[in-house]
């Protein structure tokens, strides 16, 4: 059972722009959510949170919007850098449980 | 500040041998993770633990598969008799203390890489 799902497995983005990543779950109860970026033969590194008492959380060049009522998260980065390119996971949890996460977007960021 | 360790990064195990996998969390880190990648998936959750605590073992294999987190010394991963399907990336992540489980970002490992022949 898949609750937290990415559904687009690869983005391809200029240089620049910007690159959009999309996350959805099922799980209403989940009140916490993550996005790590992950390099071939390493592990994820985390980027940026949100709990879902906000709707947007900015770092830098990253942002993350939280739609509950639609139960979506998106990461956006901006601009883009052929650094970037990596796989980003999304995941998600709630108080005392464990953090569930999504198969995965691998980003390639053309020079 | 180093981060969280894994060894060994690579193992090859024939099937029915044991392989064992460690991680070392970070400084001040009391809680530990182990996910599973197998090829073209996501992080697969499989067990939560604490010091000498088991606190969720939900997504572990009920047989040949278990983990401990000793008061002294790193956790371990023990998959006893390794089959071919067990050939995948296993990370380990830690986190602080807090908020509680569920509400801390979780630091991940380089991982181990098992190759099951």
């Known amino acids: 059972d898949q609750q937290v799902k990415q559904n687009s497995p690869s983005l391809s983005v200029q240089e620049g722009r910007i690159s959009i990543l999309n996350c959805d779950y099922t799980n209403s109860m989940f009140d916490y959510f993550l996005w790590y970026k992950k390099y071939p033969a390493e592990g994820p590194t985390f980027l940026i949170s949100?709990?879902?008492?906000?709707d947007k959380n900015e770092d830098g060049r990253f942002t993350v919007f939280l739609n509950k009522s639609a139960k979506h998260l998106s990461l956006h980065i901006v601009p883009s850098q052929p650094g970037d390119s990596a796989v980003y996971f999304c995941a998600a949890s709630y108080t005392g449980n464990q953090f569930y996460f999504g198969t995965g977007t691998s980003l390639t960021v053309i020079p | 500040n180093a981060g969280v360790m894994q060894n060994p990064r690579h193992l090859v195990r024939r099937r029915g041998q044991e392989a064992r996998l460690r991680c070392s969390p970070m400084k001040g880190h009391s809680h530990v993770y182990w996910y599973r990648q197998l090829p073209e998936e996501g992080l697969k959750f499989m067990v939560y633990?604490?010091?000498?605590?088991?606190?969720?073992e939900s997504g572990m294999p009920k047989e040949r598969f278990s983990a401990e987190f000793p008061k002294e010394g790193p956790s371990i991963l023990r998959i006893q008799q390794v089959v071919r399907g067990d050939s995948a990336a296993y990370f380990c992540a830690s986190s602080p203390p807090g908020r509680g489980v569920g509400q801390e970002t979780q630091y991940f490992g380089p991982g181990t890489r098992l190759l099951v022949l």
């Open positions: 949100i709990s879902s008492i906000k």
């Open positions: 633990l604490q010091k000498e605590n088991i606190i969720d």
